[in-house]
């Protein structure tokens, strides 16, 4: 799980800074994270009101379940109040039958009735003995009538207990599926604000990067990104002190600009292209030799096709077939002692990077130790800080 963040944010962080071409200057970023962060603030919200829907319905099972159970509970009381009430009925009609069988016994042969009768203290006592009997099995017959009725109620409040229950049933399976339903929208929402936070965390670090080498929040990304830009080129270094000029110096025509700068700067590609050079071009003259490590640029720019030249460099981090853009690192400028040892790159006059363009001819390839000079022109032409010795960027 960490592996697959870690990739997703990657692909954020490379995605936000492809696209910030989208945004021009540092304020657009800081804008652009302004929208994002309300963008997160909506979706948490949207995520919270869904939680709280989520709750809500998790509630209502809540109290449908207790309602299924009280429901199932009440259906058990009316099944045992049922069995009660059919005992005492039955219990009643033996008693009325004993009744009935008595006062039939009574009267067909008179002697109970007769000794029931002169038990009696008096008349009163007679009248009220004989009432006794009759009403006796009266109330009996009349208890069982009310049992009776009874069971038939408590028999039609279990069916319709029982079809509450199943409709407390399907409604609990509706609210289960409901909840499974927003459960997922849930997820999703959750899942669409962590993605919006790595998006905010990328752009952060894209502004910090942008801060950190100087930018603010008025300056164009593109030319504030550490190698300064004019006119759809990029200058090869961040800065540098022009040591030597186009053209005659010094007893010789030099046909590139020098740059003075520390050995081990990074060296940038001046503009889009393909690198059809990467390697050591040697000039021999006995133990002599110039130039060191060279890298060649084809570059097409308004219909015409030209070429940078990169010599005395002491390292590369390109090849032959590697297609870079304005600002891609190159390598690393030397000329001084250590290009010098590794390259023995021995005509060099110290740490420098020895620049020029030239306008791409049939040969890909610019031949620094050839005649064929006449294809290079002085990059002030692209690069107005290029002016002469002592000029600085």
Not at 352 to 364: E, I, Q, R, V, W
Request: hydrophobic share 35%; glycine share 6%.
């Amino acid at each position: 799980m960490k592996i697959i963040k870690k990739l997703f944010m990657f692909i954020v962080v490379f995605f936000i800074a492809c696209n910030s071409a989208s945004a021009t200057t540092l304020q657009d970023l800081y804008n652009e994270l302004s929208s994002l962060e309300k963008n997160y603030a909506a979706a948490q919200s949207k995520a919270n009101l869904t939680k709280a829907e989520m709750n809500k319905i998790k509630a209502n099972i809540a109290n449908t379940e207790a309602e299924i159970k009280t429901a199932q509970n009440e259906i058990t009381q009316a099944e045992n109040d049922i069995v009660t009430s059919e005992k005492e009925i039955e219990k009643k009609k033996e008693e009325t039958n004993q009744m009935l069988l008595y006062l039939q016994v009574m009267n067909s042969t008179g002697d109970s009735m007769l000794e029931y009768v002169f038990e009696a203290d008096n008349y009163t006592d007679f009248i009220y003995r004989y009432a006794v009997v009759t009403q006796m099995s009266e109330y009996n017959q009349d208890l069982m009538t009310e049992l009776e009725t009874l069971v038939n109620q408590l028999t039609i409040k279990k069916q319709e207990l029982a079809q509450k229950q199943e409709q407390l049933a399907v409604k609990k399976a509706e609210l289960q599926s409901q909840y499974a339903i927003i459960k997922v929208q849930y997820e999703e929402e959750t899942d669409e604000g962590l993605n919006i936070a790595d998006e905010i965390a990328a752009k952060k670090k894209l502004i910090k990067y942008y801060e950190s080498i100087g930018c603010k929040r008025s300056s164009n990304i593109n030319s504030c990104n550490g190698v300064p830009a004019v006119d759809g080129w990029t200058y090869p270094l961040k800065s540098f002190r022009q040591s030597s000029n186009y053209g005659w110096d010094e007893n010789r025509y030099h046909y590139a600009v020098d740059l003075a700068v520390s050995e081990g700067s990074t060296v940038y590609a001046v503009g889009n292209g393909t690198v059809i050079y990467s390697g050591v071009y040697w000039k021999e003259t006995g133990v002599r030799s110039c130039g060191g490590l060279v890298i060649q640029i084809r570059h097409t720019y308004k219909g015409t096709d030209y070429i940078s030249l990169y010599m005395h460099m002491l390292s590369s981090s390109v090849s032959v077939g590697t297609k870079v853009s304005a600002g891609d690192p190159i390598g690393k400028s030397g000329g001084g002692s250590q290009s010098i040892a590794k390259w023995k790159d021995t005509c060099t006059g110290g740490a420098h990077l020895h620049f020029t363009m030239a306008y791409a001819g049939n040969s890909d390839i610019y031949n620094v130790s050839s005649s064929k000079v006449g294809t290079t022109f002085n990059p002030v032409k692209f690069f107005p800080a290029m002016k002469g010795i002592g000029s600085r960027l």
